[in-house]
């Protein structure tokens, strides 16, 4: 069995008094040492189904209707983790399963110093450790943090942007945990930090054998990190596909749009295509392909096709090799069977 294995997940809100489904049947699978890209517009329920992994949303709103998060633990055992009880659950949030999340000024505490905080979380998660302000200091240095023993006393707002995510980086690690979630980790920095923040985490996938799930809307960063990519439209997963064969032949009008829209050294110089509209709210999903209202291929197609594409939802089809689409409109060329 995979690392962790995710099958049908459905989240809702309740919101005014309705039910939205936010996250519809969402399901994907890491393997140890994977790097998996969760891919899509803002507001499309990339973040919404990582914080769902370990049970992060409120309750209330958050309700999580159906699905199963399977993980396999360190011990070998199999679990549930939406059905574990709370002092189990206790032991995977931040000890198997681990965040970075994207803004690391607000994730940190600005009144402890920053070893303080990595401490904590050695401290919660490896009782085994004799030291955790020394583990701390290791931490920092293993992150790429220059001159560790001073910054280690540091408070967060001493410290840069590109070094506040690192010390997140730090208290992520610092249980080991079988699967870090990094939800858009370099959004906040420039494009040079980026670069290093990124070489980081794949330095420490390979180093500490951890699997990572990536949540991005930047395409050029999934070409350069991924193994496989999920793309994911208003609550559903759309596309699936190693990175390679995603970029190379997309089969989804939606992956189709991502990626023409993304900016290409040596490209003729014109404007950059756009997607018409944005992503729908909960409280107005289309019954059928939730993104036939924006789709030029819909638009394109006949009466009676337009009319499937905004009714019937379609069915995840495989499309070449470990690729996967659900789409109405897939060329039966670029159709295999499932």
């Not at 206790?90 to 399963?97: F, L, M």
């Not at 390979?206 to 930047?218: D, Y």
């Not at 992503?279 to 291929?297: E, I, K």
Request: aromatic fraction near 4%.
């Amino acid at each position: 069995m995979a690392l962790l294995d995710v099958k049908g997940l459905t989240i809702e809100f309740q919101m005014e008094g309705k039910i939205q489904p936010t996250v519809t049947d969402v399901s994907f699978s890491l393997e140890t040492g994977e790097i998996l890209a969760l891919v899509g517009e803002s507001g499309c329920g990339k973040s919404v189904s990582c914080m769902a992994l370990a049970r992060l949303l409120p309750s209330p709103p958050a309700h999580i209707a159906a699905g199963s998060v399977m993980l396999r633990r360190r011990s070998g055992e199999i679990v549930d983790v939406l059905k574990l009880p709370p002092r189990e659950l206790r032991k995977v949030r931040g000890g198997e399963i681990a965040y970075i999340f994207q803004e690391p000024s607000v994730s940190l505490n600005p009144v402890f110093r920053v070893g303080e905080q990595i401490a904590e979380a050695v401290s919660l998660h490896r009782v085994d450790v004799a030291d955790p302000w020394a583990e701390a200091v290791e931490l920092l240095r293993q992150v790429g943090i220059p001159e560790p023993r001073d910054r280690v006393s540091r408070y967060p707002h001493e410290l840069s942007g590109g070094m506040q995510q690192r010390v997140m980086i730090a208290m992520a690690i610092a249980s080991r945990p079988s699967v870090l979630v990094a939800d858009e980790p370099t959004t906040a920095l420039d494009v040079t930090i980026q670069a290093q923040i990124l070489d980081l985490l794949l330095e420490l996938r390979k180093k500490l054998g951890m699997s990572i799930i990536l949540v991005t809307h930047n395409l050029g960063i999934v070409s350069e990190t991924a193994d496989n990519v999920a793309v994911m439209y208003a609550g559903r997963i759309v596309e699936y596909a190693p990175v390679r064969e995603l970029i190379d032949t997309p089969k989804h009008p939606y992956t189709k749009a991502l990626l023409s829209a993304v900016p290409v050294l040596g490209r003729e110089k014109g404007r950059l295509s756009t997607i018409p509209g944005s992503v729908p709210s909960p409280a107005n999903f289309p019954p059928g392909c939730r993104f036939s209202d924006r789709c030029a291929l819909c638009a394109a197609a006949s009466k009676g096709e337009q009319e499937r594409c905004r009714t019937v939802v379609p069915e995840f089809r495989a499309c070449g090799n470990s690729h996967f689409c659900a789409c109405h409109l897939l060329k039966k060329e670029e159709s295999a069977p499932c």
